[in-house]
């Protein structure tokens, strides 16, 4: 499946257990499409059907910001490979995935710059529980006539628990000489001192927990540009979230 971008285009891709819910507007997703997550442990993962376009291409001054938001208990398997076709192209993808069970998900992006004056930027943060699996395979590739490519990676994740496991994998493959590129990627725990300064003042460990991952995944969801639809969204995520560490 390929889509073709040439203006400047907005996407939200909800990946819940029920399927793959799409908002190609910043417009608040029906209650119909989101399928709010209900209580309790997430023991079996769901697969999701997957219509999110494989292959992206964006044309001369086009732009597309994409927002994808892995919930808890879905496996999934997303494969994107977005091309900038044309100078002035843009794209920026932004993903979450929270996983507290025994998910499988595995996020591979593509991001090929051919054209000059393109500009990328990919933040993908993730949290594992259970003996949930993410593998992530992140890679820029820079054309040798894709001169003054800006083009920004990171993936950072958290694990729960010793029996989750994240492989990240960010590259590089640049072959011209007048860009800003850059790479990254970090594993690691929640803070036990931002813990202790929280319960010190008052917070119970589990309120805690859950305002440390809400805070980690944040910056994923600032990117969705409409208000009434992040917070419902966020609310969303702090449900699961707080099921996730009850559980633990």
Do not use: W
Not at 65 to 90: H, I, N, Q, T, Y
Not at 178 to 194: F, P, Q, W, Y
Not at 218 to 246: C, H, M, S, W, Y
């Amino acid at each position: 499946m390929e889509e073709i971008i040439r203006n400047k285009e907005y996407r939200l891709y909800i990946l819940d257990g029920h399927g793959t819910c799409c908002s190609d507007d910043p417009r608040p997703v029906p209650s119909a499409l989101t399928h709010p997550l209900r209580g309790g442990a997430m023991s079996s993962p769901q697969s999701s059907s997957m219509t999110i376009p494989q292959h992206i291409v964006v044309e001369r001054d086009a732009c597309v910001d994409m927002v994808l938001l892995v919930m808890p208990g879905v496996s999934c398997d997303v494969k994107l490979d977005v091309r900038l076709a044309g100078e002035g192209a843009e794209a920026n993808i932004y993903g979450a995935y929270v996983c507290g069970s025994q998910e499988r998900v595995k996020i591979s992006v593509d991001m090929h710059h051919d054209r000059p004056h393109c500009n990328s930027r990919q933040l993908f943060k993730g949290i594992a529980g259970g003996t949930s699996r993410v593998d992530f395979y992140g890679k820029i590739i820079v054309a040798q006539d894709a001169q003054r490519t800006e083009a920004y990676q990171e993936n950072h994740n958290i694990l729960l628990t010793d029996g989750a496991k994240v492989d990240t994998k960010p590259q590089l493959e640049i072959y011209a000489d007048d860009v800003k590129c850059s790479h990254g990627a970090t594993i690691g725990r929640l803070n036990e001192e931002e813990q202790f300064y929280m319960r010190s003042r008052g917070i119970s460990l589990e309120d805690a927990k859950v305002l440390q991952m809400i805070s980690f995944v944040a910056p994923v969801l600032e990117n969705i540009p409409d208000e009434t639809q992040r917070e419902a969204l966020a609310a969303q995520l702090e449900g699961a979230i707080r099921n996730i560490v009850k559980n633990m």
